[in-house]
């Protein structure tokens, strides 16, 4: 049915309601948008507690055996840090006199194993944990994977990639120089030119079988009561005894692999060739084996290599303090 | 006026009128038709209750049309009827989209979902209120079917760019049920905001060209998306709400999806939330597609010869092409990096700037509008940078405020219409007939688009390109060539070439360019280390700034300089190329 145009009585109303409805949405979608905006403000936010205190692994305020005025590091007279005396370790293995042995654990073609001389250093008793991971992302505002500290506090971080846990390194390297909860010994040192890092893969295998060339920590054959290996999941860090263990360190055997910061080479080991392939494609070596390992890959001379930026539930790592090469 | 087949109510009003590049230059000489509108353009009504249809096929120009000013149309028009039928129509788009947050690429994604439901309820919400509104004064609404040329051409070929492109770049497919929901969507608001206001709605393909033409620019992550149903919904609020007289009549001043553009862009800068969009990595991957220039140009053809927009894209490609040109004359570098005129630069000239209806209408304006969209763009672009901005907003920033100049850049032209040879109209073809002085305009483009291609300006190697043009420009203190360096690495250290990143990180370490910043510098070492480039996990270790020639991979993403992917290309054709770009240890 044609019908006539409508008469001026009908033209439309005037747009109040409708511009008021476009204002409304502009002031509420940039109000949005601002609170949607990425953090200005990186830098460290005491006050910042939402990220981990929603989560399973949220940190109590106190933690038996850890110091949570010390950034939660073991309480002891050097929160943690063990000294390991300069001297010669035996490194490497004989895959033609040990069943167990890789391939890649023998030193050379001429040599089934090496012996490499290192300064002292001090390196951590414990794997680094959940607790000390959430209180340097806590401090920095460090994003880390949602794994990272879903554990319980005492239970070892993992799912850190290995720039993940240099930047843990730099972090306390930092809080340790400047805060007066430091032993005095540790500023000394950190004062004469040490760092706090990672261990070089010497370093870690000098720590787990000390000069006496052992397969395991603990002595020749493998014990689960000793570590935590071909198991469903991490552990508190030192909650396997272990008396014989050289040095009074826990866990170098199981609960997770421990980056190192050597790069993934042919033995013979020397720190002088880390520079050489930096052109390759990278992979680092881990140490120690995990949880998820049989006892072949939880024996001292065991090398692993993953990709740097490899975040998984079974890679943690733990520090040393050293001098700077 | 617009159309003739626009649904009129005397003559202040017209009904929804143009949306973008709804080409309208055909329309308008239809309109200037001394005897009257052409007869294709007649609607024809078929007598049903509130419905009403019409077909308005594109035709050529005829020879011995006259140009001047749009008068106001005063000829008496008829309505179709109103019912409560057309009622359903908004109930059932709000339905569909319901029904498509049940597709798997929406279902995925909780936030998607919640987006969908949200929009259907609120349109459900808004048709109930407007049943009760219309029952309570026993008025029902009508329903007019007009299907304008200037919206399924200009759909068309916006379709067109989406399926090319979106060959090369899968994510373009990947959003195409979102694009779906968007029409429905649109369809339903433009007919509620329409129905809220009056008796009548004109139905067509006007929607189509709004949200294409919006998301060939920018469209929301899947987490956001939400917003992107506000920012249509503020385009269509624009066009129906934000209007002006214009030769005699009512219509809105921005093109709509420009309006919300523009909008949200504003918005996204003011917030930094630009990551909340998709906006950079579409204004990147354009020129996946190869020879996009030529394709963009072939197809933009189509529009002028139906809907004469050459002189707005031309003048503009003109003053971007002749204003780059000076200034690497001047500086010895591009001004743009990838190009003379960036590709997403070229489409916004053929399908953002070109609506006639918010656009100047005499031939001098139209020139002036887009020689000022050009360097509109330019200017932004520097802007931009050195604000530390994203860049890719040049395009969108300009447009809502030469709308807002159209009838001041109108009165300029026709005050320069008096005078001296820019006014001589007979250089403007004014002596011609339409159809023919449009000829002419497509002809001069098309011998200056070959001219461009000729000089290498359109789909050739660009020497802006290469990292390492920009390594050299660098040492040689050339302007900005610094900053164009930290920007085209950061770009492909954002494409996960290891390289990169390791030298922005030591870029951040020396301070030679940037102010040192340790922690960046850090984290730059950071991700290079963890895409495995050795030289940045030993930079991490020992704060050192050491530097190694780049993989195979990173080849395979710095090579790529916004064209071709070169995964799968062998490795001594990849090096071949390497060598051939600049990096002399391919050789």
Not at chain 2, 2 to 27: E, F, I, M, R, W
Not at chain 2, 545 to 565: C, F, K, V
Request: hydrophobic share 45%; charged share 15%.
């Amino acid at each position: 049915m044609l019908t006539t145009a409508p008469s001026s009585a009908s033209a439309p109303p005037a747009p109040v309601l409708g511009l008021s409805v476009l204002a409304l949405l502009v002031v509420g979608v940039a109000g949005w948008l601002w609170a949607e905006r990425p953090d200005p403000d990186p830098d460290p936010d005491p006050d910042r507690t939402g990220v981990t205190t929603e989560a399973p692994g949220a940190v109590p305020a106190e933690l038996a055996g850890f110091r949570s005025d010390a950034w939660f590091l073991p309480d002891d007279a050097r929160l943690g840090f063990v000294e390991v005396p300069a001297g010669p370790f035996v490194m490497g293995n004989d895959p033609g006199t040990d069943a167990m042995a890789f391939a890649n654990e023998r030193w050379s073609a001429a040599q089934a194993q090496g012996l490499v001389d290192l300064p002292a250093f001090y390196i951590g008793r414990y794997e680094v944990t959940v607790a000390q991971f959430d209180a340097f992302a806590r401090d920095t505002g460090f994003t880390a994977d949602l794994q990272a500290r879903q554990a319980p506090p005492d239970h070892p971080v993992s799912s850190v990639s290995w720039p993940d846990a240099l930047a843990y390194c730099r972090w306390l390297d930092r809080v340790l120089r400047q805060s007066s909860e430091s032993p005095p010994e540790l500023r000394r040192l950190l004062e004469a030119g040490w760092r706090v890092t990672l261990p070089t893969e010497a370093q870690w295998e000098k720590a787990a079988r000390s000069a006496d060339g052992r397969v395991y920590p603990w002595g020749g054959t493998p014990r689960r009561d000793r570590a935590n290996y071909s198991g469903p999941g991490t552990a508190p860090v030192g909650s396997a005894p272990c008396p014989e263990c050289p040095f009074g360190l826990s866990d170098m055997s199981g609960n997770v692999w421990e980056w190192t910061r050597s790069p993934y080479q042919p033995y013979p080991f020397t720190a002088a060739d880390d520079l050489d392939r930096l052109g390759d494609d990278a992979l680092w070596v881990m140490r120690g084996g995990s949880f998820t390992d049989s006892e072949r890959n939880v024996r001292t001379a065991v090398r692993g290599g993953a990709d740097p930026g490899a975040r998984r539930p079974f890679i943690g790592f733990r520090v040393v303090i050293a001098p700077r090469n | 006026m617009k159309t003739l087949n626009a649904v009129t109510t005397g003559n202040t009003y017209a009904g929804p009128t143009c949306s973008p590049g709804c080409g309208n230059d055909y329309t308008w000489l239809r309109a200037r038709r001394p005897d009257g509108p052409l007869a294709p353009s007649r609607p024809v009504r078929y007598k049903q209750a509130g419905l009403s249809m019409s077909a308005a096929r594109p035709r050529r120009p005829k020879p011995g049309r006259q140009h001047g000013p749009p008068q106001p149309q005063t000829h008496a028009a008829t309505t179709p009827a109103v019912s409560w039928r057309p009622l359903w129509i908004p109930a059932a788009l709000a339905l569909l989209l319901l029904a498509l947050s049940f597709v798997p690429r929406v279902a995925g994604n909780p936030v998607l979902v919640g987006s969908f439901w949200a929009a259907s309820a609120g349109l459900l919400a808004w048709l109930a209120v407007l049943v009760v509104s219309t029952r309570r004064h026993a008025k029902g609404r009508a329903l007019e079917v007009v299907l304008r040329p200037q919206h399924y051409l200009q759909a068309t070929v916006q379709v067109a760019v989406f399926v090319y492109w979106g060959y090369f770049w899968r994510p373009v497919y990947d959003h195409a049920w979102l694009l779906v929901a968007q029409l429905l969507f649109a369809y339903a608001f433009d007919m509620l905001l329409a129905w809220s206001r009056r008796e009548h709605y004109t139905l067509g393909f006007g929607p189509f060209p709004i949200i294409f033409s919006t998301n060939l620019f920018l469209w929301f992550r899947d987490d956001w998306f939400y917003l992107q149903f506000l920012m249509v919904a503020a385009g269509f609020l624009g066009k129906e709400l934000v209007r002006w007289q214009r030769d005699g009549r009512a219509t809105h001043i921005f093109n709509p999806s420009a309006f919300s553009l523009g909008l949200f862009s504003l918005m996204l800068i003011a917030t930094g939330t630009t990551d909340l969009t998709w906006g950079q990595d579409i204004a990147s991957t354009l020129t996946l597609a190869p020879r996009i220039y030529l394709f963009l140009f072939l197809i933009g053809l189509v529009v002028m010869y139906f809907f004469s927009i050459t002189l707005v894209a031309g003048s503009a490609a003109i003053v971007l092409f002749g204003s780059s040109a000076l200034y690497s004359a001047v500086t010895g570098v591009p001004y743009f990096i990838d190009s003379e005129i960036p590709s997403a630069v070229f489409l916004g000239l053929h399908l953002l700037v070109t609506d006639p209806s918010t656009s100047p209408r005499t031939p001098i304006g139209k020139a002036l509008f887009g020689m000022l969209y050009g360097l509109g763009v330019f200017v932004l672009y520097a802007l931009l940078g050195v604000l530390g901005l994203p860049t890719f907003y040049d395009k969108l920033l300009c447009v809502p405020l030469l709308n807002l100049s159209a009838q001041w850049i109108d009165r300029v032209a026709a005050s320069l219409g008096g005078t001296g040879a820019i006014g001589d109209r007979a250089r403007w073809g004014g002596t011609w007939s339409p159809a023919r002085a449009n000829l002419v305009h497509i002809t001069v483009w098309v011998l200056f688009f070959g001219a461009m291609t000729a000089l290498g300006a359109t789909d050739s190697r660009h020497r802006g390109d290469t990292v390492p043009f920009w390594e050299q420009a660098c040492a040689e203190d050339r302007p900005l060539a610094c900053q164009r360096l930290i920007q085209i690495e950061t770009n492909y250290c954002g494409d996960n070439a290891g390289w990169a990143c390791n030298e922005l990180g030591r870029h951040y370490t020396t301070g030679g360019i940037v102010a040192p910043a340790i922690d960046e510098a850090l984290a730059y070492f950071g991700q290079a280390c963890e895409l495995r480039f050795q030289a940045g996990c030993v930079n991490l270790l020992g704060g050192g700034t050491r530097s190694a020639d780049p993989r195979a991979l990173d080849l395979r993403l710095l090579l790529r300089e916004a064209g071709p992917n070169l995964l799968e290309m062998p490795e001594p054709a990849l090096y071949a190329r390497a060598c051939d770009h600049g990096w002399t240890f391919a050789c």
